[in-house]
């Protein structure tokens, strides 16, 4: 045989052989994407983006290098208010680095927080394209970290962001029904909650959500029950909860009797609930509260000028009045 035929056999042997091997190794490689020993395969989309670097890139060494500098991209564009450009970067950033909390939880904030902020309060457009921004910005940031929870699913930080953002006094009209938008952040809470590294204050902001949905009070109120039943200390919006949830299960309860079940002092309930009454923008319950006050006022001798009652409380924020035409 000449040796131009050996050549010839010994490269059909090579074919063959990377032939056989071929289905091995890519059933090894798929299970090592799915046990996440390797990044994810990035997208083509991404690769056009990037560019000539795609090649490079792809191979997995330098993503979080080049992330890394998106990231500077993005802070510059934050700083000259191109929304736009900054989601759009971080939608790159998180196709290079998926697994890294930081970027969604930055990408998110920027576009829903900062964005919605200035189309709230520092843009010259007409009021209705101030409007729709400043909701798309917002439903942009929960859509974003909404697929950062889909990728990085035992990160209870992520988790808790989004009932942040859904439970959100100045954001929540950007997502219709509040009651809607509070459940949703409750079982966003919650799912973090049930996670082992969790922070400690996760179910207790679940009730707080939960507690604002209309015909969840009493599995408010079991939960509230469970967090009591820990002991340690507990803030005021508990105890003011913990009257309203246990008067609407039984509001022919003596009152008094009732304040003194829950709160260390009636002078401490007064201050607790005239606080509920009047910051009614964060929506919390109100069962039973005008008629704690009444009574503790006529108690503690406070003057009728003076009265919890007639102070000017905190509305429920009526968005519409940030774009109306100055």
């Known amino acids: 045989m000449t040796q131009g035929k050996r050549y010839v056999v ?3 042997a090579i074919l063959a052989a990377g032939a056989v091997r071929m289905p091995f190794e890519r059933q ?12 994810p395969k990035l997208e083509q989309r991404t690769g056009e983006k990037i560019g000539q670097t795609f090649s490079a890139v792809s191979l997995g060494g330098l993503r979080t290098l080049v ?3 998106m990231n500077l991209r993005a802070f510059t564009f934050f700083t000259e208010q191109r929304w736009g450009e900054v989601g759009d970067t971080f939608e790159l950033i998180v196709d290079l680095a998926p697994r890294t909390r930081y970027y969604w939880d930055t990408g998110s904030w920027h576009q829903s927080y900062n964005g919605a902020s200035h189309y709230l309060y520092g843009s010259d457009l007409p009021p ?7 909701r798309a910005c917002i439903l942009r940031g929960r859509e974003f970290l909404e697929r ?11 988790k808790l962001r989004l009932g942040t953002l859904l439970s959100d006094s100045n954001k929540i009209a950007a997502f219709g029904d509040p009651g809607e938008a509070y459940e949703q952040a409750y079982e966003a809470y919650l799912s973090a909650a049930k996670m082992p590294s969790s922070p400690v204050f996760s179910k207790r902001f679940a009730l707080y959500s939960l507690a604002r949905v209309p015909g969840r009070e009493n599995d408010a109120l079991e939960i509230l029950k469970e967090i009591e039943a820990e002991g340690g200390h507990l803030p005021p919006t508990v105890y003011g909860l913990s009257y309203t949830l246990k008067y ?16 260390p002092t009636r002078k401490e309930a007064y201050e607790n609930l005239s606080n509920q009454w009047l910051r009614t923008r964060d929506r919390f319950p109100l069962f039973g509260v005008a008629e704690a006050i009444a009574l503790l006022e006529s108690e503690l001798k406070t003057p009728p000028e003076n009265s919890a009652l007639k102070q000017i409380s905190q509305n429920p924020m009526d968005i519409d009045d940030y774009f109306m035409p100055k």
Do not use: C
């Open 28 to 39: 090894i490689t798929d299970d090592l994407y799915q046990a996440r020993l390797l990044p």
């Open 10 to 12: 010994l490269g059909l």
């Open 148 to 158: 950062g929870i889909r990728n990085n699913p035992n990160d209870p930080i992520l």
């Open 248 to 263: 609407h299960a039984n509001p022919s309860q003596p009152v008094m009797a009732l304040i003194d079940s829950v709160f």
């Open 67 to 69: 992330a890394t500098f």
């Open 128 to 134: 209705l394209r101030r409007k729709a921004n400043w």
